[in-house]
């Protein structure tokens, strides 16, 4: 007989620059519920969705909604940092709802007082970038580079991340220049940069979005050649699908993430396989990371509910139980989560190549296994590092 | 009379009062004494510099030179409501009411800039005991049938006769009356030399008027201004009789 | 019965009544945050309509309370001081009317819609700021996690008291700016509106009128930032960002930005088609929705919503209107 | 008729929102001056604006030359041939006096800026001024030369002479004479009986929205009781 | 005394070519902003948006026909005819309710952002410049500056000594100024003022237009260009004085310079400093620094 409908709430940024990433992660959401066959042990699963605009109040002003009003039961959201955070936060109010993470990957999330029902089966911003910075020592012989960054919480984390194994490895860092947002005219911080390889070897590079091309594009207008190590978001799918001449630029920037266009993991292949078939001309020609990150937990709050037959009694404990020990292959390989409700998953370092047809994609370089939330540094030694911040970490000298 | 009982006894001095617009010399080293209780017009063709000097006497444009005093202070330096609260009040040529409100509204706040508190938010108008004095005032200007229009309803003669209102709403020590009669009717600027009649003679008046029915009857003294400058002072008649008068300003209707 | 005593008791009821009629999303998210947004879009309403000041920079007033009181009742990484919640709100309101004569400092010699103009900059300037300080504003990411004080017991974090909490400040800021706006001091502003020259030669203080106009909605906004704060229970540049700048206007614009009301009923509106415009539009394009209808109220109606209502209340009751004390046609204002 | 009159209005009626003021006016008139006087508040302001095009009228009809011009935008009543003083002279603040008299005049044609300045001596010392920084006075001679400039063929003037000095009002007297000896129309509305009179033999009193009165300038300036009666005035004038 | 002459002159140079170059762009952007405000007291919220349409509109053109000059032109007349119709169906029926237009601008920027959007969606668009000016040229001190930055200046001059000329030599500028003021009071000296209005909207919304395209050309174009290049016009027009085309360029050249420079020695508070200056003009000069008082 028919059971009781379990509602899903996908939380997404549709508003704004980030409304194409926001669009292409709750596909990731209809997706998986679609591999369901829409149901689980009998429950018909319904998916609603709600706005943000990158706002932590408006993600929560649309949590509410989906959670109080339109009664979802679980919760798959929001797309960027801070609003993680809020929700995160948010989630605590609401121990009736299981929540699960959308894309956002700030590691204050389910690091500082995580919540019980907050679940995040994507892999956060440092850990991204934490096996880059032993790779550019030890396989291209970097040890002093320049940081230029955009100035707030995700590219400290990112920088962190990429610091914590760097400076370990053996590398310092000559500079860090840190951009105000909302800038975009980076001209006078290229004329302090160094043009050509000599003291510096290269310069990690973490700015978003159009602010990516911005500053490749004056960096090479002014005679830059300097090799490029780029933060996650300096080879996400709104720089890949840039129009206009700072194409040329990206081709051969190497940088780090949870996915790889190219990879050659079956798992992979597989999801780009059912995206295509599955939104053809709607979606973008290949997943985008945020996808691949809704995905990921929509399907993982899935399985866990098949595990207790859409039981969700007693304020989901028994889901939230199966969530907890739930360990499963996303498409970017094997997931587990930790005591924190965090992913311990594999990280791809990527260099961007131009395919065939003339996009741009990230070939993977190499693939580091189990990559946790303490960077492998153990929680302790973590623990030690503090928040990422401007000034934290920076390599002893 | 010594020099310094002269200085008390004047309403208002001003001495070499000098206005520049870059090269133009709006009004040009005027110099008047004006006794406490005295009414005086100032004549004199259009742009001679008769507003320039209102606006200097009143604080609305600061000289360029020379001092201005009133009841033996000098007030060339002070704010235009510092100088109201010194009992200089004044029309303008050009009406200035505030449009949003009733003409009683406006009147009353007209009251209240004289008397204060100005800034009192703890009663309503309504239950403010000075409130009543709008009735009274609306009367004396002759809009005591319009209390409830908004001022931006009124027509021309109408807000004429507001801007007056508002300037008489507080018997100041000095008025200053730019053109009152302009774009009233004949009925109301009858009305208008009835009431300057009765004004209370301690008032001191200057007042600026192209009727010459009224300029001349209505004041004890005339000042005449040309081009800037004082040209000829004296009484209604000798003004009148002045040949070198008729021809710059007055025309025929002086013969 | 008056229009406006018939609407006295009904609004009165419903907002009693109302908790015990909606769900915990009805009661908070919209409920709490209509009153709250509502104060706040109230102190942009009494400027524009009083004074002919439109400020933009009324949310960043707010945001300045909101920020306070955060920073002196739950600091956040290193950032902020904790002090007796009672001292914590006078500060913060104090701040927020500190901030609030400061940017009439900066507009006094401005009108209309270069004050508009001035004020949306100062917006953007305090965004900007939040954003790169760390030291006081907690940088990009801000203060999470402020709860409302629990006072003898009673939380006022819970939906219901907080609820009520909102209702009663709205209630008192709504009818405190309908009594000033008829005090010798709330005339004054109405004149320097119309014509401030006048006004100074009637002796008044033009200048120091419009910066306490300013320091009175700084208040009144802050107030309305101290409930939004604690309705989000955080405050982060995004907070102060030029969205919900441009909300406040929005919503003072649905309701009627001519009068008080109008707050209001614009954060009621603007709230519901924010929350449930996604439902009525296929989920990408709901931003036009909303677009449209701004922009068919601005057209149609440039009193708003509450000019609607009086309007057709006028036809309905077959007599000419009765002219209250704010201007009926608020499409001079600002001018 | 066999030829229409320059200027006729028939039943007109203007409403401010629901206060009526203008009930149903009517009057015509030729290339001779016609003058109107009238209490402050009567509607003569609003007449002229409904001729103009500037209020919009609720019944009745406007024509100029036997063509109508009610109904049709403010600038196509100008172009059809009225030139207009406003009450309150209403000069554009950021336009220096020669602006003003470029803006609107044409090289050819009765008036030119030169006759203008000839015949404002004044306007011309003060050529390079702006609107704002003008006397009163100056700022009336400036909206009276604004609407001779375009060599219109009626002129609607409203109280012209407000705040002008009394030789500056017999010269523009003198002017308005010449006028209407041209063949131009004249439509004035004064406060000012003397002007009035001097310049048309044909008088109209306004009141309460309505022509009360229709008489000639000898008789209003001799008969007491009827100035009394219809412009409230007791003493001689 | 060592840090004195520790200052380095190349760096210096170059940041102050970059100030004058960013200068140039904010000039371009700010002068359609600035005419239409200056001239029709209508704060046109919506001209970042003209600006980003400009921006797709040239990139989509030069992209079909190989041609940047066809983009600039195709720019031009659309996002001009895009203004006028704007002024005619929104702006003309609250003419000289100056709040009211600002605020319908507001909800045709909402609108059309979202439209945009869609059509375009999040990426980040370059426009190919003509291959002569990607090139770089010598400059004393600074050591080389790229041309297509340089090329800025001189669309700068081109726009700003074009608009002058058409405001000050020409009946144009007149008739606009005394419609502001007095708008029925020009209609009743027989002039079309609808008309006239549409005109300079076109205007200034082909200006933005053009200055999309370079920018799109010089940095790039995607969502959210169109709210950051308003605020930037609305303080180079508060800073320079409203409507006066002088004024934008000083304001522009004061605003680019904080910005760059704040950017170079400060980069922290680089982008507060810009609203320091507003805020300290605004103290000394309400009307702006070329502005005439209200
Ligand atoms: N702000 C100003 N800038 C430049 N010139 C000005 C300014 N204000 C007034 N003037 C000039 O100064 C002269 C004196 O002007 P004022 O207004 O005092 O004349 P007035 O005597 O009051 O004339 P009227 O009788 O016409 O009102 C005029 O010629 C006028 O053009
Ligand atoms: N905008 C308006 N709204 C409402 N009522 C108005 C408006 N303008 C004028 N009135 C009213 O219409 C009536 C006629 O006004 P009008 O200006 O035509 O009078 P007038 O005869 O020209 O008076 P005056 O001699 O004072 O210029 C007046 O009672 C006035 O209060
Ligand atoms: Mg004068
Ligand atoms: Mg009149």
Known sequence: QEEETITIGGLATLEGPFAAPGEDGLRGVELAIEEFGGEIAGHPIEMITASSDGNPDVALESARRLVEQDGADIMIGPLSGSEGIRIAQYAKEQPGTTFLNGGSAAIETTLVDPAENFFRFNTEGAQWTAPLGEYVVNERGWDNIVIVSEDYSFPYAQIFGFMATYCEAGGTVQDKYFTPVGNNDYSSVIAQLPLETGEVDGMYVVLGGSDAVNFLSQYAQMGGQLPIVGGTNVTDQTVLTTQGPARELLPGILSSGPVSDNADLEAWQEFVQRYQDYFGDEGLPSPSLFASNYYTNTKAALLALQEVEGDLSNDHEALNEALSNLEFTSPTGPVSLNENRQATAAIYINEVVEQADGSLALEPLERIEEVDQYLGLGREAYMELGLPSRDNPSCPS | MADAAVKQEEALVVEGLTRRFGALVAVDGVSLRVAPGERRAVLGANGAGKTTLFNMIAGDLPPSEGHISLFGRDITRLSPQKRVLEGVRRTYQKSLVFGGLSVRDNLYVAIRGATGPRLAIWRRVETQPDRDGTGPLAERVGLADRLDAPASELSHGEQRQLELGMALAHTPRLLLLDEPAAGLSTRERESLMAMLADLPRDLTLILIEHDLDIALKAVDFVTVMHNGRLLAEGTPDEIAANQDIQDIYMGKHGQ | MTLRRLLTVVVALVLLVYPFVVNSFWLVQIGGRTLGFGTIVLSLVFLTAYTGMLSLAQMTVAGVAGYATAYFTAPTGGVGLELAWPVALILALGLATLAGLLIGLVAVRTRGIYTLMITLAVAMAFYYLTLQNYAVFNGFTGFNNVEPPVIAGLDLGAPLPFYYLSAVLAVLCYAGVRHVVRTPFGLALQGLRDEPQRLQALGYNVPLLRVLAFGLAGFVAGIGGILNLWLNASISPGSVALNPVIDVLMAGVLGGIGHPAGAYVGAFVFTIVDNFAIDFIARERFNTLIGLVFLAIVLFSPDGLTGLVRRAWARWAGTGRRRDDAPDDSTNIGK | ?237 | MEALLDINWRLFAIVTLNGLTLASLYFIVASGFSLIFGLMRVVNMAHGSLYLLGAYIGFEVSEATGSWLLGIAAAAVVVGAAGAALQVSILSWMQGQDLRQALATIGVSIVAADLMLAQWGGSAYQITLPGAVSSFVPVPVAGRYAMARLMLIGFALVIGIGLWLMLNRTRVGMLIRAGVDDRRMLEALGVNVPLVFVGVFAIGAGLAGVAGVIGGSVLSVSPGEDARYLLSSLIVVIVGGMGSIPGAAIGALLVAMAETYGLAYTPTYGIVYTFAIMVAVLAVRPQGLLGRAA
Request: hydrophobic letters at 40%; one cysteine or more; a neutral charge.
């Open chain 4, 1 to 237: 008729m066999a030829s229409d009159p320059l200027l006729s209005v028939d039943g007109l009626h203007v409403y401010y929102g629901s206060s009526h003021v203008l009930h149903g006016v009517t009057l015509e008139t030729g290339t001779a001056p016609l003058s109107i006087v009238g209490r402050n508040g009567m509607g003569k302001t609003t007449l002229c604006q409904a001729i103009m095009g500037l209020v919009p009228s609720s019944g009745g009809e406007v024509r100029l030359g036997g063509e109508r011009i009610s109904g049709r935008r403010a600038f196509k009543v100008a172009r059809a041939g009225i030139g207009y003083v406003p009450q309150g002279r209403r000069v554009f603040r950021s336009l220096s006096v020669d602006e003003h008299l470029r803006l609107v005049g044409k090289p050819d044609g009765e008036w030119t800026v030169e006759r203008i300045y000839g015949t404002f001596p004044r306007l011309a010392e003060r050529r390079r001024n702006g609107g704002a920084a003008l006397s009163g006075g100056e700022q009336q001679m400036l909206a009276i030369s604004r609407a001779l400039l375009l060599n219109p063929r009626l002129l609607v003037m409203d109280e012209p002479t407000e705040g002008l000095a009394p030789v500056i009002v017999e010269h523009v007297v003198e002017v308005l004479r010449e006028i209407g000896r041209s063949g131009v129309g004249l439509l004035l509305v004064e406060q000012n009986l003397t002007v009035a009179t001097e310049v048309s033999d044909r008088i109209m009193v306004m009141m309460n929205g309505e022509i009360a009165l229709e008489t000639d300038a000898a008789t209003l300036l001799n008969d007491r009781a009827l100035r009394n009666r219809y412009l409230g005035v007791s003493a001689e004038a």
